[in-house]
């Protein structure tokens, strides 16, 4: 199980300043911030109410490691207490650390009563005897047994807090977020520490598009393209956390040069049959859905049910002005002369799409130490655009814009289907050696598959007086793009010593990617527009980490990771085709040092990652469904590398919990999207390895509670970026920034209030910058069925109607903006209900793979936004 300690650190630092100074102290009980819920009543809640250390001290010493009784694994900061051997006041404590292990020094001979507890178990309570000549007690392993209660319904209590500073991350609890009710994946994503997703859903961590999305730590065919797509088909009320890591170890794939982002989905260890159901009804979009577990001693199953839809209209104007136009002149056909061309496109449109996904699990613990998960999940997604065209496009000096028709002035009756089906399915198998043991060995396997159609059909009809009738001109294009992945993986923890541990492991992924597609224009074939391509990749990889203790303040931990990766690329009828294979070392090192206040640490790292290109970035066809702004992928993309650095400053302190970054990313080799402009006007849009990127900047992640009923958080990052590219003569440099705000109040009779907002600055590209943009949600929630269901009503944007977004480049020979608007404002109902008799039962630590080796789609370029 994993806690958050931030809480019992507080009640830590209260006893080793009391202890400096030899005076007795009092401290109110501490429950822990991350323990579970679903708590049965009676279940221990509270540390010792009270801790007093002993005027009269000496070299005693009594340690031990508290662990599971049933799954054997450490029981983290556990409350550990010293009593006298008559009486309940205690004469000292502490807290275990991660490990399980606690260690009380400074005691005086005598007899004393061990008291340890935890929330969700029973509390233990153990004679110790401390004599002249024996005074060391080293108690071994302690076994604490889980405080189950048979329940007649659901009933949670305890609460996380919305967002938790961990040593290795920040975590995002949006289960605890009443604004998230009816939402999808990108409204949760938007409210992490140091997370930005755009209105259009574009991603970003710190500033960055090379960001890894993983599911329950581990990749999801749903992610292998096209992540702000990708985000639409999570229902938020899926979504129990999200995990935000800027500087992953080596056991970790490549990851994007910012960091992994994990969402953590909703389960429950809890024995018996139990359930949820929910249902949201909005403006903008609406969902149901279904969850069922049943778990009875070493047997576990679970399923669930999801479907959704929404609807987006969305307006864009294009003002461009391209120079070095070829234009015919004016009663020389045969003549031609170069001139200035200006483009004026107004669209109207209106998307509707839906789909649903399913998941069932299976665990199952054959023998003790031994544990056996099979896991499917299975997905389904269908998008329709329709849009309607205004394309203006004039020369200057009175030239015709050229023979061909689809460079004049037209109106288009557009649409655009997408519709995509996955799968992921996943086994793996948990060796664990004794109890107490960190020594663990696990073997797990995955297989993904992703197919995705995009096409599109057109109708062209004159500017002046279109007969909607009698089109003029008709295009259709069919495009089929398919991922699989196959993963096998081993891992092996070992301690060497109580102070020392080694982690070794193997990793083998096997990729194929696979794009057909065709362009009809007027019913007619275009070859040149027209293929079939297919694309290997192998990853071959090893990884070693060593993890040490360097005294009492310091701890370190040292990785390297080897890649080998062989790809192979392949035209229709080309001849030659394209292979590279090449092997990589990639170091990874962190160290900490615990500061003098409790809770409070200081962490530098470096590390150096990794990322091949996906299919978003791969896939040659070519999208000319507006002539006029041209997009296309780069099948013989290299991989790109970067260098991470960070420091990072840790604290907690009476429920105030301060994160400070400072961090440095460097990545050569960069892949950026790059805009060109032909002789006829035409901006083509695609991708290259043509940059250097340079980040430096700084981030501020605070959580406080007030009040009891209070709770606020926040994040503030600004960075300096510089972007620069011999191959295109162009750099772009300056400062970026971002800030949020998320905050809860409990107003009492089950009635709670959440208000979140966000600002962007301007973001900047290798060729342009995008504009501003802010956002902002209410949300109020009412908690009913003694505590079984809710009802929330949620708005989003509600005194504004519409988000514009613009995107602002320059080719050389084209200077363009692009705006988009992007109607968000929304309000929506949400009603949950859980059910069920239960009892509650710790967890068993799970493994999963982790594919995030891939620098996957995100709809924007640069250091942000899209067109």
Partial sequence: MKHSFLPLLALASVIASEAAAQAP????????????????????????????????????????????????????????????????????????????????????????????????????????????????????????????????????????????????????????????????????????????????????????????????????????????????????????????????????????????????????????????????????????????????????????????????????????????????????????????????????????????????????????????????????????????????????????????????????????????????????????????????????????????????????????????????????????????????QTDYVHPLTDKQTVEVGAKMIQRTVYSDYDLYRNNVLVPSLSNKFDYDQDVLAGYATFGTNLGKKYTAKVGTRVERTDLRGNFQNQENEFRLSYTNVLPNLAFTRSLKQPGSSLRASYSRRIQRPSIFYLNPYRNESDPRNIQQGKPDLDAEFTDNYELNWNTFAKGTSINVALYSRQTNNAIERVYSTDADGRVLSTFGNVARNQSYGINLFGSAKPLPKWDISGNISAYYVYLSSKMLNTSNSGVVYSANINSGYKLGKGFSLQVFAMLNSPRLQLQGKSSPWQMYSLGLRKDLFKGKGDLTLNADNPFSSYVKLSNDFDTGQSTSTNTTYVYNRGIRAAFSYRFGKLENKPSRPKRSIRNDDQKAGDGGNGQGGGN
């Fill in 25 to 488: 102290a009092a401290v109110p009980a501490a429950r822990p911030a991350g323990a579970p819920t679903g708590i049965p009543p009676g279940a221990p809640q509270t540390a010792p109410a009270l801790i007093t250390l002993p005027t009269a001290r000496g070299n005693g010493r009594i340690s031990g490691v508290v662990v599971d009784g049933a799954t054997r694994k450490p029981v983290e900061y556990a409350t550990v207490a010293v009593l006298p051997a008559t009486g309940d006041k205690p004469v000292d404590g502490t807290v275990a650390d991660d490990k399980g292990r606690f260690a009380i020094k400074g005691l005086a001979a005598g007899e004393y009563r061990l008291q340890l507890s935890f929330i969700g178990y029973g509390t233990l309570t153990q004679p110790v005897t401390l004599a002249d000549g024996k005074m060391t007690a080293d108690l071994g392993t302690i076994e604490l047994k889980a405080a189950t209660q048979q329940l007649a319904e659901v009933t949670v209590t305890g609460e996380r807090p919305v967002v938790e500073s961990k040593p290795d991350r920040l975590v995002y609890n949006a289960a605890q977020d009443n604004t998230n009710k009816g939402g999808t994946a990108a409204d949760v994503l938007r409210k992490a520490p140091m997370v930005s997703v755009d209105p259009d859903g574009n991603l970003q961590l710190r500033g960055s598009g090379n960001v890894r999305v993983l599911i329950n730590g581990k990749p999801s065919a749903v992610l292998a393209g096209d992540i702000a797509t990708a985000l639409k088909q999570l229902p938020a009320d899926q979504i129990k956390s999200v995990e935000v890591i800027t500087s992953p170890s080596a056991k970790y794939d490549g990851e994007g040069s910012a960091g992994i982002i994990n969402i953590v989905l909703k389960e429950n260890n809890l024995q018996g049959v139990n359930g949820n159901v929910g249902l949201a009804v909005g403006t903008r979009n609406s969902s149901a859905n279904f969850g069922l577990n049943a778990r009875k001693g070493r047997l576990g199953v679970s399923a669930s049910l999801t479907g959704f839809s929404f609807y987006a209209p969305g307006d864009q104007e294009v003002d461009r002005i391209d120079r070095g136009v070829s234009a015919q002149v004016v009663g020389q056909p045969t003549q031609s002369l170069v001139t200035t061309g200006r483009l004026s496109q107004r669209n109207d449109g209106t998307g509707l799409g839906g789909g649903g996904n399913g998941r069932i699990g299976l665990e199952f613990e054959p023998a003790t130490n031994h544990a056996l998960s099979l896991s499917l999940s299975s997905n389904l997604f269908a998008n329709r655009f329709d849009v309607d065209i205004n394309n203006r496009y004039t020369l200057d000096e009175g030239q015709p814009a050229g023979t061909n028709p689809l460079f004049g002035n037209y109106t288009r009756k557009q649409v655009m289907d997408m519709s995509s089906y996955s799968y992921d399915l996943l086994g793996s198998y948990t060796r664990s050696f004794g109890a107490g043991s960190r020594r663990e060995w696990t073997v797990l396997g995955q297989h993904s598959r992703n197919r995705n159609n995009r096409d599109y059909s057109l109708e062209q009809f004159p500017l002046a007086n279109p007969d909607f009738n009698n089109a003029q001109y008709r295009e259709q294009s069919p495009n089929l793009a398919r991922n699989i992945e196959s993963t096998l």
